[in-house]
C-alpha cells in the first residue's frame, strides 16, 4: 500500500502541470484574432479594468480555501493505527465568519459591476448609429444617418462613440469584436443596442460569438477603425453609385452582363446597376473590401473566383446557390466586381 501512494504522489504533479500546460496553450495574451487585450475600446477598457482586480481576488480566495483544505486533509488524517474519527458539532464562530467574508466579498464585486452594466446601457447623444443585421453567416451593416449599406466590413471614425443597433434576419446570433467591447445578442425579432468608442486606429476582427448552424465559426468580420477625415472619404464614396466599365475592360463589360443576367440580381444590389436583391449583401463597392463571403476568403481575384465557381465548397449550407458558371463567366464576373471600388 505504502508503494503504492509513492507511485501517486510521483503522478499527480506530472499530471497536474500536463492539465496547466493544456490550458495555457489556448492563451493568448497579444495578437490573437480573439485576444480582448490590450483593450483597444473604451467599453473593453472598462471589462478589463473591472476584470483585473476580480481576477485576483478570486486568486486569493482559491489559494486561501485549497491552503486550509490541504493543511486540514494533512493534519487530521485518519492514520494506521489511530482511533475512529472524533464526532464534532462544529464551529458557530467560525461558520458565521466564513459566511459573512464571501457575502462582502461578493457585494464587492456586484457593486461595481451593476454599475458598469448600467452605463453600458446608455446611449451617448452624439454617436453615429450602424444598423447591423445578423445573417446566416455573414453581417449587414447600414448607416441609416448616412444612406449607406455594406457587408462583412464596418467602418467607424476614431474617438467617436458608435451606437450599433443590432437585429437578426433568421436566427440567434452575437455581435462581438473582442478588442473593441464585450458581447451582445443579435435576436430575431428583438431590438438590442451597444454602445462604444475606439480609442485607435486599426482593423479589428469580429465573430458571432452564438452557435448558429453549420456554418457559425465562419461568420466574422471586421471593424476599422480610422480617422473622421479617412472615414469621411469612405462614406463619400460608398454613397456614390457604381461606375460603369470602361469600354476598353471587355472582360469588366461581360462580367456585368453576367451579373445581370445569370441571377446575381436577383440577390444583390448594386447602386447604379441593380437595386432590389436584398438576400445577399450589397455589392456597389465590393472590390474595396478586405474579405468576402463571411470573411471567409480575403478579397483576391483568385478566392472570388473560387468562391464564384461553387459557394458551397468553400462555406457549407451558404444561402448562395451555385450558378454553375462557365469558366468564362467566372473570369468575367471577377474583372467586374473586383473593378467596384
Known amino acids: 500500500m505504502a508503494r503504492r501512494n509513492r507511485s501517486w504522489t510521483r503522478v499527480l504533479p506530472v499530471v497536474f502541470a500536463a492539465l496547466i500546460l493544456t490550458t495555457l496553450s489556448g492563451c493568448s495574451l497579444y495578437g490573437g484574432p480573439q485576444a480582448v487585450v490590450p483593450p483597444k475600446g473604451d467599453q ?18 482559491f489559494v486561501i480555501v485549497q491552503g486550509l483544505l490541504i493543511v486540514a ?13 472524533r464526532q464534532i458539532h462544529g464551529n458557530t464562530k467560525l461558520e458565521l ?30 454617436a453615429i448609429t450602424v444598423r447591423v443585421v445578423g445573417h446566416q453567416w455573414w453581417w449587414e451593416f447600414q448607416y441609416p444617418e448616412y444612406g ?8 467607424i471614425p476614431v474617438g467617436v462613440p458608435i451606437n450599433w443597433e443590432l437585429e437578426s434576419a433568421d436566427v440567434i446570433h452575437s455581435f462581438w469584436v473582442p478588442q473593441l467591447a464585450g458581447k451582445t445578442d443579435v435576436v430575431p425579432g428583438n431590438h438590442n443596442h451597444m454602445s462604444y468608442t475606439a480609442k485607435e486606429a486599426g482593423t479589428y476582427l469580429g465573430q458571432c460569438a452564438e452557435f448558429c448552424g453549420i456554418q457559425h465559426a465562419n461568420m466574422r468580420f471586421e471593424v ?6 479617412d472615414f469621411n472619404a469612405w462614406i463619400a464614396n460608398q454613397k456614390t453609385p457604381a461606375m460603369k466599365p470602361a469600354e476598353e475592360n471587355a ?15 436577383g440577390c444583390h444590389t448594386i447602386n447604379g446597376v441593380s437595386i432590389g436583391g436584398k438576400i445577399g449583401p450589397d455589392l456597389t463597392h465590393f472590390g474595396e473590401r478586405n474579405c468576402i463571403a463571411g470573411c471567409v476568403l480575403p478579397n ?35 474583372a467586374y466586381l473586383e473593378g467596384l471600388q
Do not use: Y
Open 44 to 61: 473593453m477598457q472598462t471589462i478589463w479594468n473591472l476584470f483585473v482586480p476580480i481576477f485576483w481576488m478570486s486568486v486569493i480566495v
Open 224 to 229: 476599422v477603425a480610422e480617422s473622421m477625415t
Open 148 to 155: 449607406v449599406v455594406t457587408a462583412d466590413e464596418a467602418h
Open 73 to 85: 486533509i494533512i493534519r487530521f488524517r485518519r492514520r494506521p493505527g489511530g482511533p475512529p474519527a
Open 251 to 265: 472582360n469588366a463589360v461581360q462580367g456585368r452582363d453576367v451579373f445581370l443576367n445569370a441571377g446575381c440580381a
Open 97 to 126: 465568519t466564513w459566511t459573512i467574508i464571501p457575502a462582502l466579498v461578493l457585494a464587492g464585486i456586484a457593486v461595481p459591476t451593476l454599475t458598469t452594466i448600467a452605463k453600458f446601457a446608455e446611449t451617448p447623444s452624439n
Open 300 to 334: 483576391t481575384k483568385a478566392d472570388l473566383a473560387t468562391w464564384l465557381h461553387n459557394p458551397q465548397a468553400v462555406k457549407e449550407g451558404t444561402i448562395m446557390p451555385n450558378l454553375h458558371l462557365s469558366d468564362e463567366q467566372v473570369s468575367d464576373l471577377v
